[in-house]
């Protein structure tokens, strides 16, 4: 069964950067298109960034030129590097592969607010 673990969450002040890690079971990390994904209270999940397996990143708009997703493949692992944070980044944030393919992992908070 292949687990997640987010980490690298916490409160930041707008305009603040944090580092989000995801660790993945198995080879999942080498094997898949892996995604961040997000879920803001009261709202749907929704896709915020994906890496190829060669690479090759794609962001929603609203986080394009802010967000920056990268893969270590020898060590499993996915992160997320946010700057410039707003408000309306305050999130759960979750990992999985591109489809997404997995169950859930249980996400890290990320708060942005002054």
């Known amino acids: 069964q292949v687990q997640f673990v987010e980490s690298g969450g916490g409160l930041v002040q707008p305009g603040g950067s944090l580092r989000l890690s995801c660790a993945a079971s198995?080879?999942?990390?080498?094997?898949?298109?892996m995604g961040w994904y997000r879920q803001a209270p009261g709202k749907q999940r929704e896709w915020v960034a994906r890496?190829?397996?060669?690479?090759?990143?794609n962001y929603a708009d609203s986080v394009k030129g802010r967000f920056t997703i990268s893969r270590d493949n020898a060590k499993n692992t996915v992160y997320l590097q946010m700057n410039s944070l707003k408000p309306e980044d305050t999130a759960v944030y979750y990992c999985?592969?591109?489809?997404?393919?997995?169950?859930w992992g249980q996400g890290t908070q990320v708060t942005v607010s002054s």
């Open positions: 999985n592969s591109g489809g997404p393919s997995f169950s």
């Open positions: 198995g080879s999942v990390c080498r094997t898949y298109t």
């Open positions: 890496i190829t397996v060669g690479g090759t990143p």
